[in-house]
């Protein structure tokens, strides 16, 4: 068996869910002036690669610290929906994987 981790690079530069800000870095200690250098990264809870439990979306539902590790390793494939022409913040829907199954020869 072959791990992949699927997480996304973190950065200024990291999109965050539509209508978020971006993350934000701000200098608090310049290595130049206080011989230490420290940052503050500021982001919403919706930047780059992370996990919505499912007390989220469900009253009653999960929280993370409940799901066990298990439920989060697994078969997988990455679905390049860029090529298909679709945007960070687009809508996707079964014709898309569809399309892809056809076009790899691959089943999710």
């Given at each position: 068996?072959?791990?992949?981790?699927?997480?996304?690079?973190?950065?200024?530069?990291?999109?965050?869910?539509?209508?978020?800000?971006?993350?934000?870095?701000?200098?608090?200690?310049?290595?130049?002036?206080?011989?230490?250098?420290?940052?503050?990264?500021?982001?919403?809870?919706?930047?780059?690669?992370?996990?919505?439990?499912?007390?989220?979306?469900l009253s009653g539902?999960?929280?993370?610290?409940?799901?066990?590790?298990?439920?989060?390793?697994?078969?997988?494939?990455?679905?390049?929906?860029?090529?298909?022409?679709?945007?960070?913040?687009?809508?996707?829907?079964?014709?898309?994987?569809?399309?892809?199954?056809?076009?790899?020869?691959?089943?999710?």
């Open positions: 068996m072959r791990f992949i981790d699927l997480t996304q690079d973190f950065s200024l530069h990291t999109p965050a869910f539509a209508g978020y800000a971006g993350p934000a870095i701000r200098w608090i200690k310049r290595l130049a002036f206080d011989k230490a250098g420290g940052q503050e990264i500021t982001m919403t809870m919706h930047v780059s690669t992370h996990l919505d439990a499912p007390a989220h979306f539902g999960k929280f993370i610290g409940d799901l066990p590790l298990d439920f989060l390793i697994g078969p997988a494939c990455v679905v390049d929906l860029e090529r298909m022409g679709l945007g960070d913040f687009d809508l996707y829907g079964p014709e898309h994987f569809e399309r892809w199954e056809k076009d790899t020869g691959h089943r999710i």
